[in-house]
């Protein structure tokens, strides 16, 4: 299992980016999927989470009505829209996924920076 994460970058307070995650080796349209994110001297924290084979998602309450996870099944892929952002959503941002059987997300990218200035 692969998950490949790019779209990170800086940015200044207000502006959007967004996060993909490329899935190898996990069907992402039938796994539990998530972004979590670290930022330096933190713990990491769950962001945005979406179930496996439906649309029902579930986000932190820092990102709500700002950040929108979604799911391509044709491209095996995993987004973040992050818009409206704040210098306190700087973090290294990880896409992870699990799938249904499985406890968790046993499945974690390699991460990609967002920093807002």
């Known amino acids: 299992v692969q998950l490949v994460e790019s779209g990170g970058g800086s940015v200044q307070a207000g502006g959007s980016l967004r996060l993909s995650c490329a899935a190898t080796g996990v069907v992402a349209s039938t796994s539990r999927m998530a972004w979590f994110r670290q930022a330096p001297g933190k713990e990491r924290e769950g962001v945005a989470f979406?179930?496996?084979?439906?649309?029902?998602?579930d986000y932190a309450d820092s990102v709500k009505g700002r950040f929108t996870i979604s799911r391509d099944n044709a491209k095996n892929s995993l987004y973040l829209q992050m818009n409206s952002l704040k210098p306190e959503d700087t973090a290294m941002y990880f896409c992870?996924?699990?799938?249904?059987?499985?406890?968790?997300?046993?499945?974690w990218g390699q991460g990609t920076q967002v920093t807002v200035s």
């Open positions: 979406i179930v496996a084979g439906g649309g029902s998602t």
């Open positions: 992870a996924a699990g799938r249904v059987w499985q406890t968790g997300y046993p499945y």
